[in-house]
């Protein structure tokens, strides 16, 4: 079975620009999660996704980022214009359903911003 | 609010060692507890989940515990190798279902 697949996986943009990250989760999995990653802590939900409905963005920063899963499946989550506190690892994760089932991880995107 | 605390931040062991990592958190209405690795730069790979039901769960070397009403867990590695140098993060799940993730615990071992 393939696990979650991401990309790029590295970017490094100038402050200002604009960047898209994309996620292909699990086959099957309804639900996608993208979380935030700063260097030296915990990562941290920024939203989550049942089919292609958003079930909670409230740690989303709505100003610059926004995120999509057109079709319920892929999803790409896009930040304009990028800041210097973005430079992070974004991950996106899996699972069958939106309650306590276990998340898979796919390998992550590191994003500098210089 | 769902607090994860991990204890000690980051360790340095000899080869062969047994060693063990905490896991805190504020609310004991958990759902599930997880234990992930992380290798610099990559993804999270999971390493043993705990129902709120089970009390510790165990792969190879590797032991989980779960103690939901103190609100710890802790992750037994048995005779470490220089292979298990990672960063070790629980995770809880709770309330809305959302992972509250710890800030992890830097391991290295040395050789």
């Known amino acids: 079975e393939a696990g979650v697949a991401q990309s790029p996986r590295y970017k490094i943009i100038e402050k200002r620009q604009s960047v898209a990250f994309w996620c292909n989760p699990i086959?099957?999995?309804?639900?996608l999660y993208w979380y935030q990653q700063i260097l030296g802590q915990g990562p941290k939900l920024l939203i989550q996704?049942?089919?292609?409905?958003?079930?909670?963005d409230s740690q989303l920063p709505k100003d610059r980022f926004s995120a999509e899963r057109l079709k319920g499946v892929d999803s790409t989550l896009k930040i304009q214009p990028a800041k210097l506190e973005d430079s992070a690892v974004y991950l996106c994760?899996?699972?069958?359903?939106?309650?306590?089932?276990?998340?898979?991880f796919g390998p992550g995107t590191r994003l500098t911003v210089l | 609010k769902q607090e994860v605390t991990q204890i000690p931040a980051a360790l340095s062991v000899p080869e062969g060692e047994n060693l063990v990592l905490n896991c805190s958190f504020t609310?004991?209405?958990?759902?599930?507890l997880q234990w992930f690795r992380q290798d610099p730069g990559k993804g999270l790979t999971s390493l043993l989940l705990?129902?709120?039901?089970?009390r510790e769960q165990t792969s190879g070397r590797l032991n989980a515990s779960l103690d939901k009403s103190s609100g710890r867990s802790t992750l037994y590695i048995a005779a470490s190798q220089p292979g298990d140098s990672a960063t070790y993060l629980c995770?809880?799940?709770?309330?809305?279902?959302?992972?509250?993730f710890g800030t992890g615990t830097r391991l290295k071992v040395l050789a």
């Open positions: 609310d004991s209405a958990i759902y599930n």
């Open positions: 994760a899996s699972s069958t359903g939106s309650g306590a089932e276990e998340q898979f």
């Open positions: 995770a809880v799940t709770s309330g809305t279902y959302k992972y509250i």
């Open positions: 705990i129902q709120s039901s089970q």
């Open positions: 086959s099957g999995h309804a639900t």
């Open positions: 996704f049942q089919n292609n409905g958003v079930v909670d």
